[in-house]
């Protein structure tokens, strides 16, 4: 598990090397289009793809791959349009979300993007940091309900699924800022606050996933302590009223947090808030093996959703052809089903990253004797050749 280690330095370390593509993405392999000429005629969408920092730029551009491959299968073509964002956005224009940036994800039908952040901007002021760009840009694409599938491997069974709310909640609350106390000490403080609409909507996007799944749902809080979390809890069970079939269960955080590691299959859904989603993700990425395999969406109530692994930028194993493509892949079949309404291509993706799984090529995170050890662009390849191999099996 050495490697995986490294992912989870995620926005930290090392200073990285700016790298950028201001520019539509060119069209992809000559397969592709072989593929693409035995169906039926396209449907189009457009995708702003955001590499942004670290390993971003090497997991988008085999998810590019893929999309493309598994699109043409089903008749879609793909727009692709690359944009900065993140550090490498504030070394090229100074801002961390610059105004084209979000005006494309806006227009476009879905948003695919890799990581952001790194040592070089770790000291920024706030407004200048990487991390505000995705914050800008999540709450600019109004995506406040975030799905966190955690999956386990090897066979990759869905052990549970995680909501974490985005927009809202201690990242966004007002009062924040510095300053001064009472007796001229500096503080620095934060506000945690929650209004009844924006707990109502996560909650009911988790009431809905739940019933698809094993309609169980554990809303997780610290009721036991914050007010923001008293009234989260009350509104919780306000809409669960609407929801008599789904059983609702909750959950202190911290108690949440031990029983994802003593007994992860307890949980089936579980809904929380942002920061406690946060951190509870990454758990559960371990939980299920790497945090290099754990897609996600961010969806609001119209316009395009967001898609991006859970992972870091992983400065450390940046530009070494190290990084695990499969969470970004696994989110672009997220985006093909959640974003575009595209079940078939999704499930191609799906297939063909459990098969890649199942015939032993792992990349370093996942690594285990007996298994092939791979690099971020041979997985590509091999995920590739199993979308390749369902189009023979469909023939
Ligand atoms: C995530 C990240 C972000 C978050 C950071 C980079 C703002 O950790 O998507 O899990 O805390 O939401
Ligand atoms: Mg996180």
Redesign the pocket.
């Known amino acids: 598990m050495a490697a995986s280690a490294s992912f989870m330095k995620i ?1 930290v370390q090392h200073p990285i090397k700016p790298m950028f593509l201001l520019k539509p993405a060119s069209q992809k392999p000559s397969r592709i289009r072989c593929a693409a000429a035995t169906t039926k005629p396209s449907k189009r969408y457009s995708i702003t793809l955001l590499p942004g920092d670290g390993i971003g730029p090497e997991v988008i551009s085999v998810a590019k791959h893929v999309l493309n491959l598994a699109g043409s299968l089903e008749g879609i073509e793909f727009n692709f349009q690359e944009m900065p964002m993140g550090g490498s956005s504030l070394d090229l224009v100074g801002v961390p979300l610059p105004e084209e940036t979000l005006s494309a994800a806006k227009k476009s039908d879905a948003v695919l993007l890799g990581a ?2 790194g040592y070089k901007w770790d000291k920024n002021e706030k407004h200048l940091k990487p ?1 505000t760009g ?2 800008q840009l999540r709450e600019g694409l109004q995506v406040f309900a975030n799905l966190r599938p955690a999956t386990v491997l090897p066979q990759l069974v869905d052990a549970s699924t995680l909501k974490k709310e985005l927009t809202g909640g201690i990242y966004f609350g007002k009062p924040r800022g510095f300053g001064t106390n009472e007796d001229g000490e500096e503080i620095g403080f934060n506000t945690e606050v929650y209004a009844t609409y924006e707990v109502d909507r996560i909650a009911r996007v988790a009431f809905e996933t739940a019933r698809k799944r094993h309609g169980k749902l554990c809303s997780v809080d610290k009721a036991n302590v914050l007010e923001a979390s008293m009234f989260w809890r009350k509104r919780v069970i306000a809409v669960a009223a609407e929801y008599p079939d789904v059983e609702l269960s909750h959950m202190y955080v911290d108690n949440a947090a031990m029983q994802l590691v003593r007994n992860p299959k307890q949980f089936d859904t579980i809904v929380t808030n ?1 920061i406690f989603g ?1 951190i509870l ?1 990454d758990e559960a990425s371990m939980i299920t093996g790497s945090i290099g395999m754990l897609p996600s969406a961010s969806l609001g109530s119209s316009g395009p959703g967001l898609f991006e692994p ?1 992972h ?1 930028s992983a400065p450390d194993i940046a530009n070494q052809d190290k990084a695990n493509p499969l969470a970004t892949v696994l989110s672009s079949a997220m985006l093909l089903k959640y974003g575009l309404g595209e079940e078939n291509a999704a499930k191609r993706i799906e297939n063909a990253v459990l098969e890649t799984l199942n015939k032993g090529f792992r990349t370093g995170d996942i690594y285990s004797a007996g298994n092939k050890l791979v690099g971020c662009k041979e997985m590509g390849e091999e995920v590739l050749k199993s979308v390749d191999s369902q189009v023979a099996a469909a023939v």
Request: without cysteine; glycine residues 18%.
């Open positions: 926005n952001i952040g991390e995705l914050l942002n946060d993700s859970i870091g």
